[in-house]
């Protein structure tokens, strides 16, 4: 069965690319740039893997993960954290929310598929 | 073979423009026409004599024939490429698809040296951005603009074949994001030429009491246990430079002191959990100003707030003229690093109605629209006496907003300050803003 992967991000040409490399990679891909809806939509139905930016509207990517800790059908999602602020406090802030990986932009879409490839075990 | 490797193509292109047979042209110039066939396919170099005398059969300059500007064309393509991990299959066929797309491979070279411009100012600001932390969203879109021109154009240049559609698509964006990255390094170039007469050290006395703060998590721990606020150590303090920066060290930490003993930690954190961040409620449980309450909530423990998961608060205050007169900066929400906020802040407008507390919800100008909510109140200063000038000062506690902070007021829409704010058609405006283009 096709593995299912969440991006939350809001840049929409970054999604897209996003979109389109995962999904020639044989992942379902899902984009939300909306961290409220996303969280529900995670809550009703978890992805096996969550991208997720740190800079979004409203809730940030941060409030993201920490909602995704909270909850028992999220609480061991692989969620790899996208900032366009490589520095150290985002990085720190994400490490005490229980991120499992950091990537910063830009970022090259190998690594990308590599990290994604290393979560998701396959 | 990079520099000559689209000669060949040219060569091939004007030699079918001129009707002539590959046998004739290379009779012509004294080579075998297979000879000449690996030229035309790029498998061969082409000597300076050899180029000569194809131009002169083909009735063009050599320069036409094979321009600097197709090895630039290629090495930018291949920059490009090579940061972005492609492998070296990828690499290979860079001249083919130079060659093929010579319009695209020109953005694609434009867009790496615009990146390599780009990465190198972000690498000047990267100190700057410490201090002047407004900056940091205009940044953020520049950096996003990268990553999505990155992202795209290694997916074009990919080896695998693209449906026509995401083709088109990937073109238009990468078009649009080259667009907004020009836009963006302009907006950045001209904040950072007006600013360079500016201040930029961390040399003004307020700025190093902010610092030598920031340092310490906002907090004096020592005010907590007991000490009196003479005990907290301000000299032989690295972030306190000057004498200026001390004395005004130790205002602050007199202060703080008064705050700390007129709200206890323990049943001060007790009546937060009890009410919540609710400044009027603990204003009236304590009996203490409204300010107070304030001050002693940006001045936490930062555990207290670790412990709850919520960021600690922003604070912003003022005096009588409405210059920020300390600033507590908070995720999201930035405090300008000169000159004054922005007009519309809640801080503002309880300069102009002093001891009514005021909570307003604040949503951020721009793509991001982060929501807050923001306290403010406005004290008397000084002693009461005769003929003595009305001096005020205002205090802004800024904190997100959540599910259990929604009123039914309408939002409030603010920037940090004129200068770098997304809201263009604002009343309060002082000047316009140098993102216009970028955000």
């Known amino acids: ?122 | 073979m990079a520099r000559n490797a689209l000669t060949g193509t040219r060569i091939r292109a004007r030699r079918n423009m001129r009707g002539l047979r590959q046998s004739e042209l290379a009779r012509t110039v004294g080579v075998s026409p297979s000879y000449l066939n690996l030229i035309e396919h790029n498998r061969r170099k082409v000597g300076p004599d050899l180029l000569d005398a194809l131009a002169q059969a083909l009735g063009v300059s050599p320069d036409t024939l094979a321009e600097d500007g197709d090895a630039r064309l290629v090495e930018g393509a291949r920059a490009a490429a090579l940061r972005s991990g492609a492998d070296l299959a990828d690499l290979e066929r860079i001249e083919e698809f130079t060659g093929r797309f010579p319009g695209w491979a020109k953005v694609l070279a434009q867009t790496q040296g615009r990146v390599e411009r780009l990465e190198r100012v972000v690498d000047q600001l990267n100190d700057r951005m410490t201090h002047d932390p407004y900056l940091g969203e205009a940044l953020h879109e520049i950096i996003s603009a990268v990553t999505s021109v990155q992202s795209t154009a290694t997916i074009l240049n990919d080896a695998q074949e693209i449906e026509p559609d995401w083709q088109l698509r990937f073109h238009q964006n990468i078009l649009q994001d080259s667009a907004r990255l020009a836009e963006g390094a302009v907006a950045l170039v001209n904040y950072l030429d007006a600013a360079k007469d500016d201040e930029m050290g961390l040399a003004a006395p307020q700025e190093e009491v902010e610092s030598w703060l920031a340092e310490r998590g906002f907090h004096l721990k020592e005010l907590e246990t007991g000490s009196s606020p003479s005990e907290v150590r301000v000299t032989d303090q690295i972030a306190l430079s000057s004498e200026a920066s001390r004395t005004l060290a130790r205002r602050w930490v007199a202060r703080f002191g008064a705050d700390v003993s007129a709200l206890p930690l323990e049943p001060f954190v007790s009546a937060i959990d009890m009410y919540g961040m609710a400044p009027d409620v603990l204003a009236e449980t304590f009996q203490v100003p409204f300010d107070q309450i304030l001050r002693r909530l940006a001045f936490l423990p930062p555990e207290i707030y670790e412990q709850r998961s919520v960021p600690a608060p922003g604070l912003v205050i003022c005096d009588s003229s409405g210059t920020l007169v300390f600033r507590r900066p908070l995720q999201g929400f930035t405090f300008p690093r000169f000159g004054g906020g922005c007009p519309l802040w809640p801080l503002y407008q309880a300069l102009q109605t002093p001891d009514m507390p005021l909570r307003v919800p604040l949503v951020t100008a721009g793509r991001l629209g982060r929501r807050f909510i923001a306290f403010a109140y406005c004290a008397r200063q000084g002693q009461m006496s005769f003929d003595a000038p009305r001096l005020l000062q205002a205090t802004m506690l800024v904190i997100p907003d959540d599910a259990t902070q929604h009123t039914d007021k309408p939002m409030l829409s603010v920037g940090a300050s004129c200068r770098t704010c997304a809201q263009l058609d604002c009343p309060a405006r002082r000047e316009p803003s140098i993102l216009m283009g970028a955000v």
């Not at chain 1, 509207?57 to 028992?72: N, T």
């Open chain 1, 1 to 122: 069965m096709e593995k299912r992967i969440l991006v939350i991000e809001d840049e929409p040409n970054i999604s897209e690319a996003l979109r389109f490399i995962l999904s020639r990679n044989g992942w379902q891909v899902d984009v939300s740039a909306d961290g409220h809806a996303a969280i529900e939509t995670m809550r009703k139905d978890p992805p096996d893997l969550l991208i997720l930016d740190v800079m979004l509207p409203g809730l940030s990517g941060f409030d993201v993960l920490r909602s995704v800790r909270e909850v028992e059908c999220t609480r061991d999602l692989p969620v790899l954290m996208l900032t366009a602020k490589g520095q150290g406090a985002d990085r720190a802030e994400a490490e005490r929310l229980g991120v499992t990986r950091f990537m910063t932009k830009p970022f090259a879409n190998a690594e990308v598929i590599a990290a994604v490839q290393d979560l998701a075990g396959t």
